[in-house]
């Protein structure tokens, strides 16, 4: 065979492959060739063009790597092959960061800041301060209202959070306290829960709030429930209930349940008081709460049996009774803490 320098070719003719036969590892040279070239690809220093075969579609781009064809280059043997790529870390920061399976969480139980570098899509929840029972012939107090929103895209940037507490326990006789409101700005947007109602006491109504307090003896209604849905996709993620009312006035007094955010308080029947209304479950928050529920209303009191209201599922607080159950003092007892739960009404 002539060496290629012996070779006349012209305007037009091309060499064929076995003119350079017995050039060594010409097959090696043309792989490293593709791979310099892929490597430049990659920076984004050129683009290829028409690059006859070998090549593989992997610019980088803002979001990662782009699986895509492109019009510049073709895929190896026609048969699309594809690189990952590893996606930017998101670095937030915020409350008490606890990671379950695949989720991280933020818990907070004081005011504070979620800050984040990257925008993200995030599932919240955010409940106001539970109501206090009231104190004499007390009504429940109602939970705090709850907002919970999945899938909502968060911008990069410092979001402020707002505690909502829960009522103060009553040490004299009178209604009960109501809850605080927490809020939480989501990308310049205000979120707001609402604070639960105080129940009511010696024959007066709930109060109303996130959700209604538990009306007291002598037909004292139910405080309403208040929470309105937030801005966003629907305006429909909130939730919560009244208190249930107390009864006809005659002993034993018992008063009704306030409202949780998964149900109404219940009102008086006979001599028994009424349960608090069932929290809220919240399945990917599981992990938290009283079982993945929350915001559940306390319990009304009875003075002189121990058919006392028992406080809603997700943390509302037990009734108070004359006798020794729940507690000898007739105290009602506390909603969970960090739930948003209502308290017990005293006797």
């Known amino acids: 065979m002539a060496n290629l320098k012996d070779i006349n070719y012209g305007i037009g003719k091309y060499l064929e492959a076995s003119d350079a036969s017995d050039i060594p590892d010409i097959g090696t040279n043309r792989k490293n060739l593709d791979l310099l070239n892929f490597k430049v690809a990659t920076n984004n220093a050129y683009a290829l063009y028409n690059f006859k075969d070998g090549m593989i579609d992997a610019y980088q781009t803002e979001g990662g790597v782009d699986t895509g064809g492109s019009s510049s280059t073709t895929t190896y043997d026609s048969a699309d092959k594809y690189f990952w790529g590893r996606t930017?870390?998101?670095?937030?920061?915020?409350?008490?960061?606890?990671?379950?399976?695949?989720?991280?969480?933020?818990?907070?139980?004081?005011?504070?800041?979620?800050?984040?570098?990257?925008?993200?899509?995030?599932?919240?929840?955010?409940?106001g301060g539970g109501g206090a029972g009231g104190r004499h012939s007390g009504g429940g107090g109602g939970a705090g209202g709850l907002v919970y929103q999945a899938g909502r895209t968060i911008a990069a940037g410092t979001h402020d959070y707002v505690h909502g507490t829960g009522g103060a326990t009553k040490t004299t006789d009178g209604v009960g306290a109501d809850g605080n409101s927490s809020t939480w700005d989501i990308s310049g947007v205000t979120m707001t829960a609402q604070g639960g109602g105080g129940g009511g006491y010696h024959a007066t109504t709930g109060e109303p709030g996130g959700s209604g307090g538990g009306g007291s003896r002598g037909l004292g209604p139910g405080g309403s429930g208040q929470q309105a849905g937030q801005p966003g996709d629907s305006g429909t993620y909130g939730f919560s209930y009244p208190g249930g009312a107390g009864n006809t006035g005659t002993n034993p007094w018992p008063a009704g349940g306030g409202g949780g955010a998964?149900?109404?308080?219940?009102?008086?029947?006979?001599?028994?008081?009424?349960?608090?209304?069932?929290?809220?479950?919240?399945?990917?928050?599981?992990?938290?709460?009283?079982?993945?529920?929350?915001?559940?209303?306390?319990?009304?009191?009875?003075?002189?049996?121990?058919?006392?209201?028992?406080?809603?599922?997700?943390?509302?607080?037990?009734?108070?009774?004359?006798?020794?159950?729940?507690?000898?003092?007739?105290?009602?007892?506390?909603?969970?803490?960090y739930t948003g739960s209502g308290g017990g009404g005293s006797s």
Do not use: C, M
Request: net charge negative; glycine share 30%; proline share 3%.
């Open 88 to 127: 930017p870390s998101i670095t937030a920061t915020g409350g008490t960061i606890t990671t379950v399976g695949d989720y991280t969480f933020h818990h907070f139980t004081s005011s504070g800041d979620f800050i984040t570098d990257t925008s993200q899509s995030i599932d919240w929840l955010l409940i």
């Open 262 to 337: 998964g149900g109404a308080g219940s009102g008086t029947s006979g001599g028994n008081s009424g349960p608090g209304g069932a929290g809220k479950e919240i399945a990917i928050f599981s992990a938290f709460g009283v079982g993945g529920f929350f915001a559940g209303g306390g319990g009304g009191q009875t003075q002189d049996t121990d058919t006392h209201g028992t406080g809603g599922s997700g943390g509302g607080g037990d009734g108070g009774a004359g006798t020794p159950s729940p507690a000898a003092d007739g105290a009602g007892r506390n909603g969970v803490d």
